[in-house]
């Protein structure tokens, strides 16, 4: 498969591995495997072709993952068997939504992760 880009360059894949030529004078040469992983589980291995976007520059992966940020606040404490959440409110929030704390455990907000605990004080 042969795809060009301009009149210079050609991207050309054979068998797995990739090659790259600027007509012949100048090869481009992908970095040694990549050993970070994103949040979302990507782990690029050597020779493939996504791993062109970091010959300039280093591959850049931001370490605290969305995930493990939410789930370092404690659960909000709440009197009521349903309440709600709107993330803040105001333009930066999201709906209103409506959480049933029926059950025992910590509820999340589907939107923003924020969790919701029964007060047991009886």
Request: net charge positive.
């Amino acid at each position: 498969m042969a795809m060009s880009f301009g009149r210079s360059f050609s991207l050309l894949r054979v068998s797995n591995n990739v090659k790259y030529s600027l007509n012949h004078f100048c090869k481009i040469v992908v970095k040694g495997t990549d050993t970070q992983v994103t949040h979302t589980g990507q782990k690029f291995e050597e020779g493939d072709s996504r791993m062109v976007r970091f010959i300039n520059t280093e591959k850049q992966v931001n370490p605290h993952f969305a995930i493990d940020l939410i789930n370092s606040v404690p659960p909000k404490m709440v009197k009521e068997r349903v309440t709600s959440c709107d993330g803040g409110g105001g333009a930066l929030g999201h709906p209103k939504v409506y959480i049933n704390l029926d059950q025992s455990g910590p509820k999340a907000c589907g939107y923003c992760g924020l969790r919701f605990e029964l007060d047991h004080h009886h």
